[in-house]
């Protein structure tokens, strides 16, 4: 019997150490920060207008992990030959597909602060039907639907893309949706909550 009530006791408090927090279901991390790398990655977003979101305050219970993370992230903002539109509208597709609300609430938010069309960002993800989506666009999200949708890119959607793209630009995008895939999973088993406050990630160039 006392071993059952020491069980009880237990299951309680694991419980209670892992109770959603206020941005996702693991427990916040204590406030100001301590670790340096979350304390420099603070101090960064800040200088760039940007802010430390929902996201970060969750993977930064592993700040190595955060941080290898966002070079990535940072590479793909800030680093990459196709264009800033182009690109929001492979996160964007890529987060619908997932079903992400988290990634796409923050990049319905960069997309409007770079004023790209309301009307075409809203169209992404029935771009299909959609008028409004050029031929080169089209080629992109439809290799975009189809990587992200199992990986197995038909040979015939792979030609249309390529015939607009750069090896070099194919390697951007494709990278693209793989991190946003897979931030999209993470997002949703943590559950990362959206942010209600306006906090961006960094911004980058449009």
Not at 91 to 97: D, H, N, S, V
Not at 113 to 135: G, R, T, V
Not at 147 to 167: L, N, R, Y
């Amino acid at each position: 019997m006392k071993k059952f009530g020491l069980l009880i006791l237990s299951s309680f408090l694991v419980g209670l150490a892992f109770a959603d927090g206020t941005y996702s279901r693991l427990p916040d991390i204590p406030q100001p920060f301590t670790d340096p790398i979350l304390i420099k990655e603070q101090a960064s977003r800040l200088a760039s207008g940007g802010a430390i979101i929902n996201l970060q305050l969750t993977t930064g219970h592993a700040p190595k992990i955060m941080e290898g993370t966002l070079g990535l992230a940072r590479a793909i903002r800030l680093e990459a030959e196709t264009s800033r539109f182009l690109r929001e509208l492979v996160i964007i597709r890529t987060a619908g597909i997932v079903g992400s609300d988290y990634e796409l609430n923050q990049h319905y938010a960069l997309a409007s602060a770079c004023k790209y069309p309301n009307e075409k960002i809203m169209a992404i993800q029935n771009w299909k039907s959609s008028s409004l989506f050029d031929e080169k666009e089209k080629a992109m999200l439809a290799f975009v639907d189809e990587m992200a949708q199992g990986g197995d890119v038909k040979d015939i959607t792979f030609e249309a893309f390529s015939k607009f793209f750069t090896p070099k630009q194919i390697v951007e995008i494709s990278v693209t949706v793989s991190s946003y895939y897979g931030n999209g999973l993470l997002t949703k088993a943590l559950k990362i909550k959206s942010e209600t406050d306006g906090r961006v990630t960094f911004p980058g160039k449009c």
